[in-house]
């Protein structure tokens, strides 16, 4: 495998840095930004790395094969787009972009020239995202009804970019992934308490053609913090809660069932109430796994499991919420 650069090792750049180098056993040889106090930083850190506040440098330099984009979303479409024209595989952080066009610009050169194009969605690598895939793939849920997340704390308040394109990505990409399709109608609403224009707090809903619902409340001004989703099947529930310890995933074996009465014919309801199973679910590092997973990628050519038409997914939906907030919850359709 070639060596591998970065540009971006801010606040959470310095993660993906810290976690490709190790992984890549020194191959990440060359970081870039703007910060030199953070250069200073990441040389006496890691042994044998180099260090340029001028991206151009990644781009020329031969022996790097791929590149970690972890800059603010601005930037993405740029600097991807022009790692990949120059034979360059590229990981970039989420969002891909922050417009459809540049999404879609970016999708259209990763395969016009061949290239791995992989989004940072850290929660479908997370083991309990990928435990509760299997309980619905393996229709142990049944028919899954509907499902709503809830991704809030007291937090820090970005300036930059909103709550929904701060927090929703995690939560969009786990409901696409889980549920193998697009929404095709999105309405939300969300208020600016803190910050003139910037929402604080965001509820969404999704619509897709089966006729499933998904729902999902962001917020960095809450009283509590909450890393939660709920999916409800015709089988059996489940509740994802992220901030236990150990205890994720809990399987409720409970529901309404259909039946019905021989005498007269008629079908009637009964609800029932089972078990609650807390299942083991493996450790892990979810980004070192998500890390882990391009590098395999890289070597092996395939398609990533958040490559970037997964990541233009994720955007559409993004968008459209935001076209939705801004016309006051109006229903907005998903191409």
């Known amino acids: 495998m070639k060596n591998i650069g970065i540009v971006g090792i801010g606040d959470w750049g310095k993660n993906l840095l810290r976690n490709f180098y190790n992984l890549s056993s020194g191959k990440l040889t060359l970081a870039c930004d703007s910060d030199e106090k953070r250069l200073t930083a990441a040389r006496a850190t890691y042994n044998g790395l180099q260090t340029t506040n001028d991206f ?42 922050l417009s459809v066009e540049d999404g879609e610009r970016m999708v259209e050169t990763a395969e016009k020239h061949n290239r791995i194009l992989m989004v940072g969605h850290i929660m479908v690598y997370h083991t309990a995202t990928l435990y509760l895939k299997n309980m619905i793939d393996s229709g142990e849920l049944g028919d899954v009804y509907y499902m709503y997340a809830s991704r809030v704390n007291l937090g820090k ?22 549920l193998e399709k697009t929404p095709v109608r999105v309405t939300a609403t969300g208020a600016s308490y803190l910050q003139d224009g910037i929402e604080d707090v965001v509820f969404t809903t999704l619509h897709f053609a089966d006729g499933k619902m998904a729902h999902i409340h962001v917020s960095w001004l809450d009283p509590q913090k909450d890393r939660k989703m709920t999916v409800v099947g015709s089988k059996k529930m489940v509740v ?3 901030t236990e310890a150990s205890e994720k995933i809990r399987i409720f074996d409970k529901g309404a069932d259909k039946k019905q009465d021989y005498d007269t014919y008629a079908d ?32 092996s050519r395939e398609r990533p499991r958040s490559d970037g038409r997964e990541g233009l997914r994720t955007l559409k939906v993004l968008r459209a919420a935001q076209e939705s907030m801004e016309k006051g919850g109006a229903p907005i359709e998903i191409k």
């Open 56 to 97: 151009s440098d990644l781009i020329a330099d031969d022996s790097i094969g791929s590149i970690v984009i972890g800059t603010p979303p601005s930037s993405h479409a740029e600097l991807a787009i022009a790692a990949m024209e120059a034979g360059k595989d590229v990981f970039v952080e989420k969002p891909l972009a």
């Open 157 to 178: 308040v970005r300036s930059i970019e909103n709550a929904w394109w701060s927090f929703a990505p995690h939560d969009i990409s786990i409901i696409l992934y889980l």
């Open 240 to 242: 994802f809660d992220d």
């Open 268 to 299: 009637y309801l009964t609800l029932r109430t089972g078990d609650i199973v807390i299942p083991k679910i493996p450790g892990g590092e979810p980004l070192a796994d998500e890390c882990r997973h391009f590098l395999e990628c890289v070597e």
